[in-house]
């Protein structure tokens, strides 16, 4: 390809430049020449308070603050150290506790969960299932590794999950392939912060337990979000759920730091199996540390060591689980406002539950985002509509976009 002068494209399609990226610098460089009030930057996917600015949980951030050289500057282990394995495990199942066997490996953020499963329970060439509307990045982590994203329509016409169109294509693939590595992106999904509810979720279930026992699949459980969604034991209730799957369906759990306790640049994150045999757990481990070991190597020291401290103080960690509710409360707040003044403006979205992001559909989102540009709102468009940052924008801007979006659409 023209394009490539000394590297390999190998399959990749790799843009010039990155997309969100430069909607934000335009949205900085109006914000420098006409002051922030004049500008809606909805393109971040970090929670900024009211006046833009990074929020981060303070008693993490002591945490932080207070570590030993040991505790950052050492090498950490392959799959992490102990306390952090047991931590993270903690932090992803909350108070549930797994009948199966449960191993966690250290990885760097959700990110490294997500390619650690794809490139262990798929093989080269093969397609991994994920809904029309998805994280971008999964994209790009199944062309790196020589595979390929195909998806379904998540919703029925009337904004249910999309089983039939699930079970599907499930079916349609494992006609072409003997192994299959599914995604699902819930609570909170990004970019549509919709949920599955625990029916959806026993759908799936069902759907998934009428797969031959010749297949493999890896259930991988997109959770970056689980704790910005609401009640932390209410989102969880689908965990006992994916312990009834037959044995050659093995459910993975991406849990991030990054949202959690507000350490995105820490890279810190794990991989959690519930495993129905003692056998399944062990082998989880041994190939997701050798495939550690052949990309990253070890993860960083210093997440883990936060998260293993903050697990080990009964009352820092009631501290940070507070802190996150008052930040989570207004995260919900303004998806609530979002919301409200979408439907005030007849403005359609994508059935919304909580978290980072909304969505809008429609067919020209290049079009509509570069009209909302010129009046000073920046928000990112995707293959099928708008994404919205409600985590980066006051609740007065959440009031106020929906009619000014709705407007550039009918302009
Ligand atoms: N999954 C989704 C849907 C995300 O939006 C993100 C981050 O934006 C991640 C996973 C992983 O994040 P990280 O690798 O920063 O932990």
């Known amino acids: 390809m023209a394009e490539f002068i000394m590297a390999a494209q190998n399959g990749r399609n790799i843009p010039t430049e990155d997309k969100i990226f430069g909607i934000s610098r335009r949205a900085n460089e109006m914000i420098n020449e006409k002051g922030p009030d004049a500008v809606v930057n909805a393109t971040i996917g970090t929670l900024l308070d009211d006046d833009g600015d990074l929020m981060v949980l303070s008693s993490v951030d002591d945490t932080y603050m207070g570590l030993e050289p040991e505790e950052y500057a050492a090498y950490a282990p392959i799959g992490g150290t102990p306390a952090y394995k047991k931590a993270a495990i903690k932090a992803a199942l909350g108070k549930y506790e797994p009948k199966g066997y449960v191993e966690a490996v250290a990885t760097p953020g959700g990110t490294g969960s997500i390619r650690n499963t794809i490139a262990n329970y798929s093989c080269p060439g093969d397609k991994v299932l994920t809904s029309d509307w998805h994280w971008a990045p999964y994209r790009t982590i199944t062309s790196e ?5 195909d998806t379904y329509q998540l919703f029925t016409e009337d904004g249910q999950f999309n089983i039939e169109a699930f079970s599907k294509k499930v079916h349609e693939i494992l006609e072409i392939q003997d192994r299959l590595v599914i995604i ?6 990004n970019p ?12 799936v279930v069902d759907c998934l337990s009428y797969v031959a026992p010749e297949n493999r699949i890896a259930l991988l459980v997109d959770a970056a979000y689980i704790d910005f969604a609401g009640d932390e034991n209410k989102y969880r209730e689908f965990l006992p759920i994916l312990e009834t799957l037959p044995a050659n369906i093995l459910p993975i759990i991406a849990y991030s730091m990054s949202k959690t306790f507000t350490i995105y640049g820490m890279r810190c994150g794990a991989m959690i199996c519930l495993a129905p045999t003692r056998e399944i757990a062990e082998e989880f481990k041994r190939v997701c540390e050798f495939s550690s070991r052949g990309t990253w190597s070890n993860s960083a020291k210093a997440g883990q060591s936060i998260i293993a401290n903050i697990f080990a103080d009964e009352e820092l960690l009631k501290k940070v689980t507070q802190e996150r509710k008052d930040i989570r409360e207004m995260l919900l707040s303004r998806g609530k406002a979002f919301e409200e003044e979408s439907i005030k403006a007849g403005l359609k979205i994508v059935p919304f539950d909580a978290g980072f992001f909304a969505s809008i559909p429609c067919d020209n989102p290049d079009e509509i985002s570069a009209k909302l540009e010129k009046k000073g ?29 709705k407007r550039a659409m009918e302009e």
């Open 145 to 149: 590794i020589g595979r390929s994203i």
């Open 184 to 189: 699902i992106n819930t609570p909170a999904h």
């Open 192 to 203: 549509t912060g919709y949920a599955l509810s625990n029916e959806d979720w026993q759908q």
């Open 377 to 405: 709102i920046f928000l990112v468009p995707l293959a099928m509509g708008l994404r919205v940052s409600i985590a980066s924008i006051s609740e007065e801007k959440c009031r106020r976009i929906p009619a000014e979006i």
